[in-house]
């Protein structure tokens, strides 16, 4: 058993104040390793179910072998350690907005996913994934234009509820297509929500994309004894 509360790094960013902290959860008996933006939770490892799921939906889709991903938000990193674990995946391309969260992967600071950084197929970037996406270079500078098999994305909690509110734009037909520009053809487009499918964001989904769905990923919550739901939205780019 550890002790009850260690804070393990903070940076203030621009949204706000960034944490890590580990404490000993007394109902699972664990110890358990949470992010906070200020007084907000964003993640926490008892919770990694559809973090997970959004790799493997996303991925599932994809066609092709030699898959070139990117992952918006690296966070705890359990998305990125389980799209690794898809054999066709050649890079995994990780955007990450403060430096802090990939100090704290490269330093090893979580055990689950030990190691992630130093994986010879993984890039840790520290940028700005919605800025990337409205910009013509996209996620690579050093290659502008460059398109990915597939692009898995959690950062804001929702479509409807953003961490920051230039991330609104990003969830217009707008800021999908432009976004759009950067996947392959034939490419897949998966998103976290901590919401229920919202039918109006399916709507925008499917103004830009083909093959458009919601699923709701269902885990079981010791807090609350009872389960929760998030959701995964899935959509194709277009071939041709």
């Not at 104040?17 to 109902?27: A, C, G, H």
């Not at 992010?35 to 990694?48: G, R």
């Not at 799921?53 to 359990?78: F, S």
């Amino acid at each position: 058993m550890s002790a009850h509360f260690e804070e393990l790094g903070w940076q203030r960013t621009p949204m706000g104040e960034i944490s890590l902290r580990r404490r000993f959860d007394p109902t699972v008996r664990a110890d358990i390793y949470e992010v906070k933006l200020d007084d907000e939770y964003l993640m926490s490892s008892l919770f990694t179910v559809a973090e997970c799921e959004l790799a493997r939906l996303g991925l599932a889709r994809t066609p092709g072998a030699d898959l070139d991903v990117v992952v918006g938000g690296l966070g705890l990193g359990y998305t990125a350690r389980e799209a690794l674990r898809d054999t066709r995946v050649r890079t995994l391309t990780v955007i990450e907005y403060t430096d802090a969260v990939i100090d704290w992967h490269q330093c090893d600071l979580l055990p689950d996913t030990v190691g992630l950084a130093a994986d010879s197929r993984v890039a840790l970037v520290c940028a700005d994934f919605f800025a990337a996406a409205a910009s013509a270079t996209g996620f690579d500078p050093q290659r502008p234009g460059r398109t990915y098999d597939a692009v898995l994305l959690d950062i804001d909690h929702s479509p409807r509820h953003v961490l920051h509110h230039p991330h609104t734009a990003f969830y217009t037909a707008d800021g999908l297509r432009a976004f759009a520009a950067h996947l392959a053809p034939g490419g897949t487009f998966a998103l976290w929500s901590d919401d229920a499918p919202d039918d109006e964001f399916l709507a925008v989904l499917g103004s830009v994309f083909t093959d458009v769905e919601a699923q709701q990923v269902f885990f079981d919550n010791p807090l609350i004894r009872s389960r929760s739901t998030n959701t995964v939205y899935l959509a194709t780019r277009a071939q041709g």
